[in-house]
């Protein structure tokens, strides 16, 4: 049986790949993950979805531009309303994440070509007739639902950066968090009135994610004076809870 490579090999291999075709780190990581780390299975896998997948690119050039290949945020618009949702739909992250897409506001032929493929459908059209299941899951599988949120930080993120800006990160609670935590509305109320914080690490965006699903409505749950979290999360429960401030 084959072992797992360690780091330093996966990176080579991720590298090994990406000469065979244009596709990110995360599209190669996932596709070496699901041939055991074999590159000549992951590349014949690659190939295998070019071959099959006239039809799929015919879709993408639908919404790509001429003059880069790729879709832009006009063709996202343009994708989102034949699917018939809003571009502020959760689904279309969801969409995004089976897709492995590397950049927000960007489709490559590779994204469409590997995730339609994943979702196992050709066209815009039959993407529809998934959605609803798509949706089922993200609001009902609360490791999906991780595993979005999770994703959406480095999807975000800009390339020379170790944070998102907080701007991003509200719109990704509103979206992501609100419909299945409603302490979350809350929180983005004291989001507002907080000024000093501009940027958020990855650590605290992962943060807030196990304070919604460890922390009740009630914040009774919440150790203010012995619990690990962040300042910025202490801050939240102190708007709560004013008279607990020592």
Known sequence: ????????????????????????????REILNQTQWNLQKATNYILDIQKSGIKIEEQFKKYATKQ??????????QFCKELEIDLMDPVILYISYIFKSETMGIYTKFDFLYGFTILKVQSTSELKKVL???KDDLNNNQEIQK???????????QKNRKDIEL???????????????????????????EKDQKHIS??????????CVQIGED????????GAWPTFIDGFYLYMFPNHKQ
């Open 68 to 77: 880069s290949l790729v879709i832009d945020e006009n063709g996202i618009s």
């Open 132 to 134: 609803k299941r798509l």
């Open 1 to 28: 049986m084959r072992s797992k490579p360690n780091q330093a090999q996966e990176d080579i291999m991720i590298k090994d790949l990406q000469r065979v075709i244009q596709l990110n780190d995360l599209q190669a």
């Open 202 to 211: 990855r650590d605290t965006y992962y943060m807030v994610w196990e304070f």
């Open 219 to 226: 914040l009774s749950k919440y150790d203010y004076k012995n």
């Open 167 to 193: 701007r991003f990160a509200q719109g990704l609670w509103e979206t992501l968090l609100t419909n299945t935590f409603p302490i979350m509305k809350q929180f983005l109320k004291y989001q507002i009135q």
């Open 147 to 157: 595993s979005v949120y999770k994703y959406c930080f480095d999807f975000t993120k």
